[in-house]
Nanobody
Framework: QVHLVESGGGSVQAGGSLSLSCTAS????????MAWFRQPPGKEREGVAA???????YYADSVKGRFTISKDNAKNPLYLQMNSLKPEDTAMYYC??????????????????WGQGTQVTVSS
């Protein structure tokens, strides 16, 4: 079992920045992927950014150049630095974990463990 806890959400004006963090506890796996997903009101959950054990980062086209995912090592939290925020970035943001490498790292159905979510609201 892996337990995930997100923090760092909040409200910001368009053009501003927010940083999210996700702390994982419980079982440790040598190979894993971690990711950030978001779910706007009334819409499906979508992948935002992911990172694998090798440190390779993957981004949705909608956030490339604005968001940065990072994780220094297995023990450190997962981060999402969000810059140049837009109103369309408003959503509940979730941290996710899968204890293996996956082909489609931005597919929510690949992930086994989820945090409770943290709200990000961007006003125009």
């Amino acid at each position: 079992q892996v337990h995930l806890v997100e923090s760092g959400g909040g409200s910001v004006q368009a053009g501003g920045s927010l940083s999210l963090s996700c702390t994982a506890s419980g079982d440790h796996y040598d190979s894993y992927c971690m990711a950030w997903f978001r779910q706007p009101p009334g819409k499906e959950r979508e992948g935002v950014a992911a990172i694998d054990t090798a440190g390779l980062a993957y981004y949705a086209d909608s956030v490339k150049g604005r968001f940065t995912i990072s994780k220094d090592n297995a023990k450190n939290p997962l981060y999402l630095q969000m810059n140049s925020l837009k109103p369309e970035d408003t959503a509940m943001y979730y941290c996710a974990y899968v204890p293996r490498w996956v082909v489609d790292v931005l597919d929510p159905y690949e992930y086994n463990y989820w945090g409770q979510g943290t709200q990000v609201t961007v006003s125009s």
